[in-house]
């Protein structure tokens, strides 16, 4: 299986904060890579994928960057609604699996 | 719009087989452009691939449940469906149905795939 590994596990940041979350695959998964976000209680919701391209109705302040076993997640001024758990995902392997996640709560 | 809702008992005794299917609406399960797939999440914790399938029957399995995982499809109901055997407590988790879309650029010949609608997700608990 292809691992994947995120930093931080978790964060603090305010509105209208820049935020960068990393993610790492322990094998080159060339841009077979995605991202989610998912609100307590609710399913993950696509925002990235192919590491870059921005999932239809995603706002542009979410953007992802990277290829081969790293890869980042930008999200350029943070929204209050923006305070979620991130999870990166490859779909390099037909068996996808996910990292850890990413928790960014209020400052 | 396409939705997806899981249905089934949100309590498992261990040892028995968990049950749940997974009703699309708002779009055909048997487009050829789509392959539909199980992720589960344990409280608290991550996302697990399951599973996927397509609308002929085709079937990915992830390794580690594989002997105990079925996946299939009806699409006369427009529903796929999961069978776990043999659950114990650490298969207690909210099952998600999703729906595997691929993106194809054509440059470079590359396939992407992405879990794009999701259902709400159903807790199952394994508990005598």
């Known amino acids: 299986d292809i691992q994947m590994t995120q930093s931080p596990s978790s964060l603090s940041a305010s509105v209208g904060d820049r935020v960068t979350i990393t993610c790492r695959a322990s094998?080159?998964?060339?841009?077979?890579l995605n991202w989610y976000q998912q609100k307590p209680g609710k399913a993950p919701k696509l925002l990235i994928y192919a590491a870059s391209s921005l999932q239809s109705g995603v706002p542009s302040r979410f953007s992802g960057s990277g290829s081969g076993t790293d890869f980042t997640l930008t999200i350029s001024s943070l929204q209050p609604e923006d305070f979620a758990t991130y999870y990166c995902q490859q779909s390099y392997s037909t068996t996808f699996t996910f990292g850890p996640g990413t928790k960014v709560d209020i400052k | 719009q396409l939705q997806l809702q899981e249905s089934g008992p949100g309590l498992v005794k261990p040892s028995e087989t968990l049950s749940l299917t997974c009703t699309v609406s708002?779009?055909?399960?048997?487009?050829?452009?789509?392959?539909w797939g199980w992720i589960r999440q344990p409280p608290g914790k991550g996302l697990e691939w399951i599973g996927s399938i397509y609308y002929s029957g085709s079937t990915y399995y992830n390794p580690s449940l594989k002997s105990r995982v079925t996946i299939s499809v009806d699409t006369s109901k427009n529903q796929f469906s999961l069978k776990l055997s043999s659950v114990t407590a650490a298969d207690t988790a909210v099952y998600y149905c999703?729906?595997?879309?691929?993106?194809?650029?054509?440059?470079?010949?590359?396939?992407?795939?992405?879990?794009?609608?999701w259902g709400q997700g159903t807790l199952v608990t394994v508990s005598s």
């Open positions: 708002g779009g055909s399960i048997s487009s050829s452009s789509y392959y």
């Open positions: 094998q080159s998964i060339s841009s077979y």
């Open positions: 999703a729906r595997l879309f691929g993106h194809y650029y054509y440059g470079s010949g590359s396939y992407y795939k992405t879990l794009d609608y």
